[in-house]
């Protein structure tokens, strides 16, 4: 009798601690390192997002930043190193992918089980005194005096880097490029007169254009930009119609977890991410701030980004501005 009982009370606890182990992600807070600076496009999904998914996981999610090294490389590896348990994200943009080749670390960005927020387009603007009120009179100001037009962009080898030099090859101009760990400083530095331009994404700038301290000269798409005041911005494609042949670049902004993660630590991110994107408070944001939301994980996500990651690092070596040859590293070329 005696052994009965004992034989099932056995059976019972690993019956529940087998339940309990599927069920047990997550017990504790997660920390989603974001690799950019506090302020900017990455920073702002991220906060915004974890506050929703937070309310599904029933815990907390902690949003802190480490900026530095190259296209985020130091914020990557430092989550990279944990354990693949759930408890630490990382939170990325596309303009990520391009670490490898500038020499930021050695992974390919398979490395990332990802999850695709949503993107804005990039615009050019300038502070709201500059003398320039058109994309032509920056051009023509920097044919006049080649090198001394100084442009801020978020990070070496981003989208916004590549935007500039693209935009530098077919105006034929020459501008110094000063990468920033983020958005934010750089567009400060716009501000401030420490560069002459910036290029970052209409959701980063348009508080700053609301609030008269950018003056947006042009959208790096092909399709002009009206904002929410009726405001409306030219696409840079009217004056530079061959833009259009390898632009514009895509953004992606989102977060990933380590890809060695559990299946249902990714199960149980996708479920919280897909109603967090449902949410009134994401689709409301999104829409005040000039975010398009895309909703996209898993493996249609890791296939944006591979593609973006080829894109990017492929466009970088045609511009003569990676450290890195993408074959080295075993980039396949785009498609």
Do not use: C
Not at 10 to 39: C, E, H, M
């Amino acid at each position: 009798m005696l052994r009965t009982l004992f034989i099932s009370l056995l059976f019972f606890l690993f019956i529940s601690d087998k339940a309990d182990a599927q069920q047990a992600y997550p017990k504790r807070p997660i920390t989603t390192t974001v690799v950019w600076s506090a302020g900017g496009g990455t920073d702002a999904v991220n906060r915004v997002v974890m506050a929703e998914m937070s309310k599904e996981l029933g815990v907390r999610i902690n949003v802190t930043n480490r900026a530095g090294g190259v296209s985020g490389s130091i914020g990557m590896s430092s989550t990279l190193r944990k354990r693949p348990d759930g408890y630490n994200l990382v939170g990325l943009a596309s303009s990520n992918v391009s670490a490898a080749v500038n020499g930021g670390w050695k992974e390919k960005f398979e490395v990332w089980y990802p999850f695709i927020v949503g993107s804005s387009p990039d615009v050019l603007s300038v502070k709201a005194d500059s003398p320039y009120h058109s994309l032509a009179e920056l051009v023509a100001a920097a044919k006049k005096s080649p090198g001394s037009l100084r442009a801020g962009a978020g990070g070496l080898g981003s989208n916004h880097h590549l935007h500039l030099l693209e935009l530098s090859k077919i105006a034929d101009i020459d501008v110094s490029f000063i990468p920033y760990s983020g958005s934010a400083p750089s567009q400060t530095a716009a501000i401030t007169g420490e560069v002459d331009l910036v290029i970052t994404s209409m959701a980063e700038q348009a508080q700053l254009i609301r609030g008269n301290k950018l003056r947006p000269l042009a959208m790096l798409h092909p399709e002009a930009f009206e904002m929410l005041d009726g405001m409306k911005v030219p696409s840079a494609f009217i004056d530079f119609p061959e833009l259009s042949k390898n632009l514009p670049i895509s953004q992606a902004i989102g977060f990933a977890v380590n890809d060695k993660a559990s299946p249902v630590v990714k199960r149980q991110l996708a479920d919280a991410f897909k109603k967090a994107m449902d949410s009134s408070e994401v689709k409301d944001w999104a829409r005040l701030n000039y975010y398009q939301l895309a909703g996209m994980y898993g493996e249609p996500a890791q296939q944006e980004f591979s593609r973006l990651e080829s894109l990017f690092a492929w466009s970088l070596e045609a511009l003569n501005a990676n450290k890195v040859s993408p074959e080295s590293l075993n980039i396949p070329r785009p498609n």
